[in-house]
């Protein structure tokens, strides 16, 4: 079986004080390539996951520009944004640093 692409790798999170996401850092899939580092706000992103985009946690090995170290899927289950594997309490992305 197939695996299925990945849309995108969040490589970093900011929370808001209310302990909701406000801004993550990553790299998204453009075909073939991968985009530079991309600032999505909270909305744009809970969009993408709407949309039905995958997007995964993880780091860019360095000088490997399509090579990424990949974690957990996020999901937008319940009007909060998590890694796969946590209660839907708050948003959070567990293993991913915050900037």
């Given at each position: 079986m197939a695996r299925r692409k990945i849309d995108g790798v969040i490589e970093?999170?900011?929370?808001?004080?209310?302990?909701?996401i406000d801004l993550v850092r990553t790299f998204e899939?453009?075909?073939?390539?991968?985009s530079d580092q991309v600032l999505l706000?909270?909305?744009?992103?809970?969009?993408?996951?709407?949309r039905g985009k995958r997007f995964v946690t993880g780091q860019r090995e360095d000088y490997l520009g399509g090579v990424f170290q990949t974690?957990?899927?996020?999901?937008?289950v319940d009007q909060?944004?998590?890694?796969?594997?946590?209660?839907?309490g708050q948003d959070h992305l567990n293993g991913v640093p915050i900037f």
């Open positions: 970093a999170v900011r929370y808001s004080p209310g302990g909701k899939r453009r075909g073939a390539v991968w706000e909270r909305q744009e992103l809970v969009d993408r996951l709407k974690g957990a899927a996020v999901r937008y909060h944004i998590v890694t796969e594997g946590l209660a839907a």
